[in-house]
């Protein structure tokens, strides 16, 4: 009788002689192999305890509070796999289902709300979370995952973050997901919640790790599925078929694809990806812009709490919308119940400036990508993130704060808006000329009032052009002190974070702002 090796040797040999080639070319687009993180998975899981069946893999299920699935995401297989033990965890009972995924960005849960709800179609949902742009792998086993779990499950969750192309950063990814992990716990505490996740990130120190700091009395089961040293070592079983091996108490591998498969299918993608010749991305730049804002003013994209940051920054990153999407992106503003004439008004100021940031959708429209307009896009959506995004979450009910608002208020909130982007163009477009007006008299606090009280007296139209002249000029002027060294970038920080929601506020905010600079530049009163 043949032994173990010689077994496996014969199994594997027309494979291995054909996966050296696919090996080989992917060595040779996709270095990422030989960094550390890939490495720890690599060296995680070399043997296994025991056989397991299908009945003991549902019994394993059982279990379990939350079940991390790994996912190879250019294999089909794995992701039907997935769908697969989320319907038969959800049929056995007992317990409500939910699905968390790595595939969608948790700054887009409201997309895959609307989807849920069935506001939006497929073909909409594809397109709004990026997805072939930003994930780029197929699209029909992923859309029948969400679809068996809007079948079956209490809800679905994005649960990843930026960056994804940068491994330097990918520990933060794991503590991300961890942390939305807990707060899918809280708001279903009875339900199991299965989580779809990249392979890599389920060595024992890396989202597994996180999850057990941030849920240390949750029973958490891994399900791997198709890892190749356990494969080779489980293709020398004298059993025809082996469906899966306990791997360590809490950790099951299970195998629906051998590593050929696995290879061909990922060299593929390489290959598709490598002929694409689509038009530009305006995202990365957009997001690049922001991220580059963010970091100069020392604000954490990852911070967990709010207070002197902003929550989960990077999961309020805005939609981008380019010239393809006018059409849809008409129909979100009119779901957001803003009328013809608004809607054609702000499309026309994309045509004019390149771009324009839409607080009521969270959204840049860009047509043409023009520098200083895109900048200033990137400081608008960070000041309106660092609240909250007030105009996205609250719609219309915001603009009628606005409304019922005294009308000097809402001069001194468009000032500081006004001036955060300014500032911010200049910080990240330094070119950018200072801002020069008709009245270069130094800023007082007496004139900004008798703006003030002029702009109120005008009409909706006189009133932004006067607060946007105002705004350029603070905004101009804080650069200046920035430059002479007068203030830092943490202190900065405090101009976007500044809540303008109650009565009087962005006049306080704005009057301080005057009065520092008045201060650093010692201007006689």
């Known amino acids: 009788m043949a032994s173990t090796t010689n077994l496996r040797d014969r199994r594997n040999a027309a494979q291995l002689h054909a996966l050296a080639g696919v090996e080989r070319e992917i060595r040779a687009q996709d270095s990422h192999n030989r960094r550390k993180y890939l490495r720890d998975f690599n060296q995680a899981f070399r043997s296994y305890d025991s056989l397991l069946d299908s009945e003991q893999i549902q019994n394993a299920l059982l279990g379990a509070d939350v079940v991390l699935i790994g996912d190879y995401h250019a294999l089909p297989a794995a992701q039907r796999h997935a769908a ?3 319907e038969q965890r959800a049929l056995a009972g007992g317990r409500p289902v939910v699905l968390g995924v790595e595939t969608i960005f948790a700054r887009d849960q409201h997309i895959l709300d609307e989807w849920w709800r069935r506001e939006i179609d497929e073909s909409e949902l594809r397109q709004r979370i990026r997805f072939d742009l930003d994930w780029g792998y197929d699209w029909s086993p992923f859309h029948e995952l969400l679809v068996t779990a809007r079948d079956h499950a209490e809800a679905v969750y994005g649960l990843d973050c930026m960056p994804r192309e940068d491994l330097r950063k990918i520990g933060a990814r794991d503590r991300h997901a961890a942390a939305k992990v807990g707060e899918i716990r809280e708001r279903h505490p009875d339900a199991v919640i299965f989580v779809l996740f990249g392979e890599s990130h389920l060595a024992p120190g890396h989202l ?4 057990h700091q941030q849920m240390p009395e949750t029973k958490v089961l891994t399900v791997l599925q198709n890892i190749d040293a356990l494969y080779w070592r489980a293709s020398g079983e004298r059993t025809n078929k082996v469906e899966a091996v306990q791997v360590k108490d809490d950790v099951v591998c299970v195998f629906n694809s051998t590593p050929l498969e696995k290879y061909e299918s990922y060299r593929l993608f390489l290959d598709q990806w490598s002929r694409c010749d689509d038009g530009p991305d305006f995202a990365p730049t957009l997001y690049n812009l922001i991220d580059s804002l963010a970091s100069f003013l020392e604000i954490s994209r ?4 709010n207070g002197t940051q902003p929550k989960f920054l990077v999961d309020l990153l ?5 010239k393809s999407s006018d059409a849809m992106l008409r129909r979100l503003l009119s779901r957001k119940g803003i009328g013809e004439q608004e809607r054609e008004s702000l499309l026309a100021a994309v045509e ?3 771009s324009a940031y839409l607080p009521e959708l969270n959204a840049i429209c860009i047509r043409e990508f023009q520098m200083m307009h895109a900048a200033e896009d990137a400081a608008r959506f960070l000041h309106q993130a660092c609240q909250g995004l007030p105009r996205r979450v609250n719609g219309l009910a915001a603009e009628g704060v606005v409304a019922e608002r005294r009308a000097v208020d809402e001069f ?4 500081i808006e006004h001036a ?3 500032f911010g163009s200049r910080v990240l477009h330094p070119s950018r000329a200072a801002f020069a007006s008709n009245d270069m008299s130094p800023l007082s606090r007496v004139g900004a009032e008798k703006m003030a009280q002029a702009a109120a007296r005008a009409d909706k139209v006189k009133l932004n052009a006067s607060a946007q002249e105002l705004g350029y000029r603070i905004g101009s002027q804080v650069y200046d002190a920035y430059l002479a060294g007068k203030v830092a970038p943490s202190g900065l920080r405090r101009l976007f974070l500044a809540h303008l929601d109650q009565p009087g506020q962005a006049r306080k905010v704005c009057t301080a702002v005057i009065a520092k600079l008045r201060s ?3 201007t006689p009163s």
């Open 208 to 211: 597994p790790r996180a999850l």
């Open 318 to 322: 805005p939609e981008v919308y380019g």
């Open 84 to 86: 697969t033990l989320l």
């Open 352 to 354: 004019e400036r390149g």
């Open 302 to 305: 990852h911070s967990p709490h």
């Open 420 to 422: 955060v982007a300014f």
């Open 520 to 522: 650093a530049f010692r």
């Open 412 to 415: 001194y909130a468009r000032v």
